[in-house]
């Protein structure tokens, strides 16, 4: 007989890693803006940050409307948010700057996608915006080794929250993504772990993003 989906992400337990999910008292609140063709993807590392953080949002979407018809006006009115997206502005996480922010709007999804959410609303260029200047290196491994730079979306916040609020222990979503690395390699035909170096497809949902 089929084994039950877990309640909590809807996964089967083959890929649910929420038992490994310990809490994480964030105290910057998170607002994911997920594009639609990452949901649900069982290599996304959202589900990481969702059974996890304290203080997160995830709203999935594309255009101004589907953000604004989940309530994103009014949490950037509620305090100051920085947007963390490297652009031709953008300061690193590393320096004073971001000391003034109080929450942190993250996108999810492929370069690509990640590009055309920003595109669509250019009400978030209004924010200021964020970049790493030395991102530790990914643990992300799935399908083909990350390039210098590449962090998985748990991994960005995991390194956000070492920069902005250094006391707080990121190590329960680093090890919450291993063990997802752990069941998604199970199922990966052995010619996809060992192939190539090339840059991750840029189609590929779950791949990495240079912050
Ligand atoms: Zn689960």
Redesign the pocket.
């Known amino acids: 007989m089929a084994r039950a989906l ?6 089967h ?1 083959n890929t ?4 490994v999910c310990e809490q994480v008292d964030n105290r910057h609140r998170v607002i994911i803006l997920q594009h639609p063709s990452e949901v649900g993807h069982s290599k996304g590392t959202v ?1 990481v940050l969702q ?1 996890c953080l304290t203080r997160l949002e995830v709203l999935v979407g594309e255009s101004p409307e589907s953000f604004s018809g989940q309530g994103l006006e009014r949490l950037l009115t509620e305090t100051r948010s920085g947007l963390l997206f490297p652009c031709a502005d953008s300061q690193p996480v590393e320096s004073n700057a971001a000391a003034q922010i109080d929450q942190w709007l993250v996108l999810d999804g492929t370069w690509r996608k990640a590009a055309k959410i920003l595109h669509l609303n250019p009400q978030f260029r209004q924010l200021p915006c964020f970049h790493f200047a030395e991102p530790p290196a990914s643990r992300y491994r799935i399908r083909k080794a990350p390039k210098a730079g590449q962090l998985s979306t748990a991994e960005a916040v995991a390194y956000l929250f070492t920069l902005t609020e250094p006391t707080t222990d990121t190590e329960p979503l680093l090890r919450a993504q291993d063990v997802l690395i752990r069941k998604r390699l199970a199922f990966v035909p052995d010619h996809h772990k060992t192939k190539d170096h090339e840059a991750p497809d840029p189609e590929l949902p779950g791949s990495l993003t240079n912050y």
């Open positions: 877990c309640t909590r992400c809807g996964l337990p649910c890693v929420c038992e589900r059974q």
